[in-house]
């Protein structure tokens, strides 16, 4: 009997401790279990959220930095004429005032015809000796335009000179016939253009450098009679230089040169290797060229008092005012 009392009791305080592990007691506070873990998913939630928003700005803001913003449509001025270009209107910004914008490249036709003398092509060499009966069938250029004169001249023109002018592959041949009622010359070497005499102003490149100033392609050569006494005849050479100064051309020259005095004046007759002046003849080929005559009449002085020459433009330091030479 006790031991089934025992039993009993000992299977109702089993069931009651079962009843109080099943069943927690209500006036006993919820656990910080479930807390923390409802505080770290709302956490979770809030971080994820703002790594989205951050993430979303910077791809706009990417995308938008990628993105040019289209120009507008050129603004078109209507032509005025139906042969006009239409122009597309457009704001140029002004200037520097010291920036020059370059002239248009423009290919300026060489005039060919004003002043042109031509050159035959001489089957056989003249003689140089002063007598010019071998040159009566080449046709002649006349110098008779007044181009310089001095503060001393008295204003008689009583100076000509007639030209003929032939070639062949070794020299340039120059007959000149001049008529001067006063023979005045003094000086040698490159003063000789102080008295009386002729000169040539030769441009050899005038394709490749035809310009209003003087270069190392343009050349002079005077040729003086001398003064048939103690001065015999003589020739001079002068040479352009970069700057557009003209000066003694070095190596000198290597002119053959003879004169002769006449009843009206005097002659000349030369040949001018056309190695003084740098160049390779040939038919066709064009030279710039100015043929011209100093007079002086006042004995005893070295004034160039009077020039004349074939073409009327011409002056010393500009190629372009001079005339032309053809060699046919």
Known sequence: MESSTNHLVHHMHLRRKTMYQQYPDPDKPPSRTNWMLWVFIITTGIFFLAICAISIFFIVNRFQARVQPVPPAPTLIVPTSPLSTPEIAATTPPLAPTLTLPAPTTNTPIPIGTGNVEAIHLSSPPVIDGDLTEWTDVP???????????????????VSAAWQLGWDEANLYVAVTVTDDTHVQTQTGNQIFRGDSVDMQFDTDRAGDYGPTLSPDDFQLILSPGNFADLPPSAFRFQGTANGRILDAPGGHHVTLAARKTNTGYTIEAAIPWSDLNLTPQSGMILGLALNVNDNDTPGTAVQELMLSHIPTRTLTDPTTWGTLTLR
């Open 140 to 158: 002649t250029t006349t110098s008779s335009y007044q181009v310089y004169a001095h503060s001393s001249w008295d204003g008689t023109k009583d």
